[in-house]
């Protein structure tokens, strides 16, 4: 890779694109654009923002991805669980009345652009690996629900809010009685068209000979139908003026170029908020590119996406849209249509800066209960329960963690839930590596092995404790080899010499080394000798660098094998 | 351990307790108790406290460590690091002058209690690990260095003071015109007294025949008897008259028993400096805990500490005192003047409750700049820079910790300085677990044995990779491997089957599970197949019970040298 193609990916695809690239990413981005308008509006609207912020969100953001990001077909823009986050945070700053939520939602994505260059600068991206995957899934399932569920109101015409399960079940309830039956009728009519291609569009389409690519995409277009039927169909019976709501004046032209607000307490009010949202989208986008790019034989490069990403917040705020990310549906979509480079992310730009200069007064009547029946479709596909049954057979760690982030998410909210979530994941990591596997090993009876005795049967003698360390030492695990060996020693007074065998020592760190030298010393003063076996080439250096050898109070010994006949020979054993 | 005595492990030397070990213990007070008496004092003043807060805190704390604590000869009560900690979180909430210092220091005691109770209740003890002791080293030594200069005040008679190294120096400088000089000789010749004690108080008395154990603990008293002579000298020459400060009244009786302060106001802004120091004092005590432990086959439980010392702290907080922990020089006298069980902390709280009872009008007189001099020379054997040299050969890494925590905590005070330290530990610990060790691995010629392709003259095939594993695999490392393969499977397209090598495998989760599958996946779609070798049973149960091995486009083989062989007949090699 050229220095160049480092700083911009995008170099990459450009100097090799040719006229069939192009005809392919054409196709990709009209059927994206097609996809992404009603998206762009409704996950507006779910953040508690005008419409329009979503198409701003859809159109600078997406081609600064495409020259920033280095996977070649992920679509960035606004998503559900980063909306439903948005409309987290913008609802508590917006309380007071001093900032209008559209302002509080582009400060917001500044300061998480901004937050993400620098990750990415300081090349933090390894960082995501913390965050586990099965935590995510089910943040992501309990936002589903909570998303799915702030739409009920749309479709019911009513009223009603809330930022958790149980606030939202209480005012649907509460506002039951508003409903607005031709509301309700629109909208469950548009859930279920949409369920209804999403479950048998496929089958449906295939018997007709269409082929399956072609077919899947096909209803993909099914939101873009609903929308021109239902904008006829309240045009035709003026459905608004009998209390059916509407997406209502939708301003003309390209989007505004602004300043976002750094006023200190907004700064202060929305830093958390947006940190939690650059992880969890950050977190996302780098699995679905990792997830497309493994068919292409494409790399994502972690820190690079960490750019990509920041670089397409920072222009989502300076051109008035909400933080955005990059989405799973779509860029599936963009991927299934054929898309072979971020051309077609450019083009989609393009397609929806034309859209968002000319076509948004054709979108006056387009009623939200169209839009709320897309975003649960969409949302629905992401809830997945069976993640709990997998991992309660593999791990009972995982589920507790699922279980902790699923019902904080339900019961506190999305901001509680993935604090949460983090939380649990770097506890569990630490915890587990906070225990390196050690093991009690002896000899394999006629051969120079040693393996674990309790699963095989082997030589050994009360007189010599014989270790195998399975892990690298350093300071988070050093001490629980010396409560070990304490415990171990301290319980058997007939031990005389201590082997630690070190084959998968591939490191040790200073306080590590310290821990050894304390181990050493103590067993001196019980009298008993610290020898060490088969220890790497990188850790004997490092043994060498400091004076430990010097105060070892047994030796060191090439191989296992040679130490137990050693220890053996002045025990008088051998 | 019965059940009694893991709820209270006093009970366990009180039922062996004779009068053998209370002889031993009496000693151990009273020697502990004489050095005890200007520590506290002079701690207090350090966080910034009225004197007396300093033996309030030196009684009840200690007496209830006694029955909680899971050490024998820890000792409790106001140290340095601690001191300091208190006087930056006090001092941030009395700038406004609606809480008086000593309600702040009491709601950070109780707050800081209460934290480590519930730590140790959720038995988190082990994260103690996660902060690198070459960190806290670094801590200590910026802080020693603070704490040493923030005292040149008392021996120069000023009114300087500051939380920084420059804040200090600067007002150092300013008011140094202003220095008493009766105040100045008079702090001056009790530094210079107890360095020479320090230096060759042992030297001299053992010259004249005196033990040098004994010697040693003679030395300790040094500290006594400079405030008995400075006290003589103020009330004979009238120097406090001629502008030698003076501890002044000390209120006499035992700590008044009340409930703290928890007004929302007082416990929003004091947790967070409450946390850190529950953290930089549990990590303390354990670790002085441990090295006293070893030395007499007795083993500190991480958890019983947390909740020996949280007790701790509530008593302080309950009886006026300020936050305690375990001293490093306090425990080690104790230790060296043979107390062999916590009566002789029972008993040091008695003699120190004495004190307060009927001696506080002695120190009227005493000069600050005894009790500055008293913690100029303990801090300054806690500064240690040869940590920097020597992590500098073993690990960069470590240096760079080092360096960064000293900075911090030297420009911007111990909250900064702690809070960095936590950050670059945790920050190191996930770096180095994010990224497993892999090596390429191939046949030794003749053997069965598979060794490192870097290491050694290996047999191997370009058509075959095979891969060792020497880490388990989870959430937080498992994506670094699926890169590797990639990486691997990209740049060699001759590659037709890889093999994963899993000896040193001990563990997997469910992420990791599912990377494999992708991994898997992946490779079906290179065309190439994934084989597994040498599973343990454990991570064998796992693959069984998941659904894994149906997927699995190779197979499993009990031993590398099979599957080796197994591939290559496949390839028409062998």
Chains 1, 2 share one sequence.
Not at 4 to 13: F, N, T
Not at 543 to 568: E, M, P, R, W
């Amino acid at each position: 890779m050229s220095r160049g193609e480092k700083l911009l990916p995008a170099l990459r695809w450009m100097r090799r694109y040719d006229s069939a690239a192009f005809g392919s990413d054409a196709i990709a981005a009209t059927i994206v654009t097609i996809m992404l308008i009603p998206q762009s509006l409704a996950y507006a609207l779910l953040a508690g923002l005008p419409a329009e912020v979503g198409l701003y969100a859809s159109i600078l953001p997406l081609a600064v991805y495409s020259l920033f990001g280095s996977s070649s077909t992920l679509s960035v823009g606004p998503v559900a669980i980063a909306a439903l986050m948005t409309a987290a945070a913008v609802g508590e700053v917006t309380a007071s009345g001093d900032v209008s939520a559209t302002s509080a939602a582009i400060t917001l994505a500044a300061l998480s652009g901004a937050m993400l260059m620098l990750f990415g600068f300081l090349r933090l991206g390894f960082l995501a690996n913390f965050l586990s995957h099965t935590v995510v899934s089910a943040f992501i399932t309990a936002s589903a629900i909570i998303i799915a569920l702030s739409q009920f109101r749309h479709l019911l015409g009513i009223q009603a809010g809330g930022d958790t399960l149980g606030e939202l079940l209480r005012s649907l309830w509460e506002h039951l009685p508003q409903t607005n039956y031709l509301t309700l009728l629109l909208g469950s009519s548009v859930l279920a068209l949409l369920y209804f291609v999403r479950l048998k569009g496929v089958k449906v389409l295939t018997g007709f000979g269409v082929s399956r690519r072609r077919a899947a995409l096909a209803t993909k277009v099914t939101p873009v139908i609903a929308v021109i039927l239902t904008i006829v169909l309240v045009k035709l019976f003026s459905l608004e003026a009998q209390g059916v709501a509407v997406v209502g004046a939708i301003p003309k032209g390209l989007p505004p170029l602004q300043m976002p607000d750094f006023s200190v307490d907004l700064v202060n009010a929305l830093w958390l908020p947006a940190l939690l949202i650059s992880i969890i989208g950050y977190v996302e986008s780098v699995s679905v590119g990792r997830t497309l790019g493994a068919k292409r034989q494409e790399r994502i490069d972690a820190d690079q996406e960490l750019i990509g990403l920041g670089a397409a917040n920072l222009a989502s705020a300076f051109s008035s849209g909400l933080p955005v990310t990059g989405g799973f549906s779509r860029s599936v979509v963009n991927f299934d249509a054929g898309a072979v480079s971020q051309a077609a992310s450019l083009m989609t730009a393009a397609m929806i800066a034309l859209v968002s200069l000319f076509l948004t007064p054709l979108l006056y009547s387009l009623p939200t209960a169209t839009l709320a029946a897309t975003i649960i479709v969409a949302v629905m596909a992401l809830v997945d329960f069976s993640v709990i049954r997998k991992t309660w057979k593999i791990s009972k760690g995982d589920s507790f963690a699922i279980l902790v982030t699923m019902l904080l998410t339900l019961s506190f909210g999305v901001e509680a839930g993935v604090s949460a979530g983090i939380l649990v994941s770097i506890s569990l990591h630490l915890y587990r590596t906070s225990k390196p596997h050690i093991a009690e090993v002896g000899l394999i009876p006629g051969s120079e092995h040693f393996r674990n005795v309790r699963r095989y049967e082997v030589e050994r003698d009360p007189q010599i404790l014989t270790l195998r360390l399975d892990e690298s030492l350093f300071f988070a695990n050093a001490s629980f080899l010396e409560e070990y060996v304490q415990v171990a020693t301290f319980k058997n007074g007939e031990i005389a010499h201590v082997i630690l065998m070190c084959t998968a020592m591939n490191e040790i760190d200073y306080t590590a080394l310290e821990t050894l030298e304390a181990i050493n010393l103590q067993l001196k003063q019980q009298g008993i000798t610290l020898n060490l076996s088969e220890i790497k080439g990188p850790v004997m250096d490092m043994l060498v660098k400091s004076d430990f050898l010097t105060h070892l109070s047994g030796q060191v010994y090439l191989s296992q094998f040679d130490a137990f006949n050693d220890v053996k020979a002045k025990l008088g054993l051998a």
